[in-house]
């Protein structure tokens, strides 16, 4: 992965960047761009493909620090009774809580990153005239607010119309 592009990210403090990658470079997408906004800041990450407690057993296994993350689980499964940082929610579509989490995490003036994991989950779960309302409201929103939002993306053919939708509206595209 190319660090130099993800450094724009670090510097960036907010504005709406979609970040793509090949199906090759997948498995470390979500690492490489969380250890680029993350620094000392505290941020919001959405999965929508992995639960909660595997997110933060692959994140610690990365030396990557969990404290200042609160994890919106869309897998659907709940989160663990004493973890104070993580919100699930009923399933991969329910897109009108997730809005409402997303607006609630955004408007608390500690939150610096959002990192919405991904696209591809996304259009799994939900018929894609849904997906594309959803990424334009959470893309409208997140404009109004002192956020950085990273929407992670796998190069595919069912996904590519979406990461147009997504790219036209953001700030910058990094590509992978």
Do not use: P, W
């Not at 009774?81 to 608390?108: F, H, P, R, Y």
Request: proline letters at 0%.
């Amino acid at each position: 992965m190319s660090s130099a592009a993800l450094k724009s990210l670090n510097k960036a403090g907010k504005g709406v960047y979609v970040i793509t990658s090949g199906a090759s470079n997948s498995k470390n997408l979500s690492k490489e761009v969380l250890s680029s906004v993350m620094g000392s800041r505290f941020g919001v990450y959405v999965t929508l493909n992995r639960s909660y407690t595997e997110m933060v057993k692959q994140l610690q296994t990365q030396k990557i620090k969990t404290d200042k993350l609160l994890f919106i689980d869309g897998v659907g499964a709940k989160c663990e009774v004493d973890s104070q940082n993580c919100i699930s929610l009923e399933g991969n579509k329910s897109l009108t809580e997730l809005s409402l989490i997303l607006s609630k995490a955004g408007s608390n003036s500690s939150i610096k990153f959002i990192i919405f994991d991904s696209l591809n989950s996304l259009l799994l779960y939900n018929k894609v005239e849904s997906c594309e309302r959803f990424v334009h409201y959470l893309i409208n929103k997140v404009k109004n607010m002192d956020v950085l939002l990273a929407i992670l993306a796998v190069n595919g053919e069912k996904v590519n119309h979406l990461i147009s939708v997504a790219s036209q509206l953001s700030d910058k595209v990094i590509e992978l």
